[in-house]
């Protein structure tokens, strides 16, 4: 009598499935440290890079063993306090110092086109500020450009073609009421001239539209008290911020 032919099972044998999925684990296992041990070298690399060439990141290079990956989060941990401290203190010298600049040159221009008379220029924290008088741009209530006043824009456009930063435009009133059909109040008569100078710079360069915006303060930001005719005068202005490279309307 013969035996039966017993076929084998079909597909791989059961302790294969068992191995297989032991050997996944392990691989799984490993990528997941392999990937945290990246992260510590990825996030000290990044500070590497953003203080290359200072002299402030010296002393944190040379307590760095690269021997002695252990112990990087925690010496990282230590310095970034300090480092984070005196890289804020050397992007406000350096923000100093391109303001100073600028002013000079702003100066320099102002003095060799003979605006000295017509145009001031002083420095803020957020660039430099040119201020002109209504009585250069403006008749009383009024947002047109006067035709004496566009030589004194076309020179300030000229300037603005020479340096690559943002401006904002903005219109100033004393504190007296105006109520007509075109400007209700002095917040439409101030937004009203600082728009008539930006369209007045555009049409004269090919500039970057982005780069401007205008604003209308009204009465609100007086430099004067508003107690006498001479200060009203002052106080009915337009201000054209050279904003410093750093800053931007975005």
């Known amino acids: 009598m013969k035996r039966p032919n017993k076929k084998p099972p079909k597909g791989s044998p059961q302790w294969m499935t068992t191995y297989s999925d032991m050997i996944t684990l392990i691989l799984v296992f490993f990528i997941l440290l ?5 992260i510590d070298v990825a996030r000290f690399e990044v500070v590497a890079e953003s203080f290359r060439n200072r002299m402030i990141f010296d002393g944190f290079m040379t307590t760095f063993d690269s021997e002695q990956t252990s112990g990087n989060v925690d ?44 145009i001031s220029a ?80 555009l049409a004269t360069n090919d500039f970057d539209s982005d ?10 930001r007086p430099i004067v008290p508003n107690d006498s005719p001479e200060n009203w005068q002052r106080n009915r202005r337009v201000e054209i911020v050279i904003l410093e490279l750093s800053q931007s309307f975005n």
């Open 122 to 201: 002083n420095r803020t924290d957020q660039g430099i500020v040119l201020i002109l008088q209504e009585r250069i741009l403006f008749d009383t209530a009024e947002a047109k450009i006067k035709a004496a006043g566009e030589p004194f824009l076309d020179k300030v456009s000229l300037l603005l073609s020479n340096i690559p930063n943002s401006v904002r435009v903005e219109g100033h009133t004393d504190d007296r009421p105006i109520s007509t059909a075109q400007f209700p109040s002095n917040w439409e008569l101030s937004g009203a001239r600082a728009s008539s100078v930006i369209r007045h710079i």
């Open 34 to 38: 392999f990937s945290m041990s990246q």
């Open 211 to 220: 780069r401007f915006m205008a604003v209308g303060y009204g009465d609100t």
């Open 75 to 118: 010496r990282f941990n230590e310095n970034e306090g300090p480092v984070k401290e005196n890289f804020m203190q050397d992007s406000e010298d350096a923000n100093q110092e391109s303001l100073e600049e600028l002013l000079a040159e702003v100066e320099e221009f102002l003095e060799e086109n003979q605006l000295e008379e017509v």
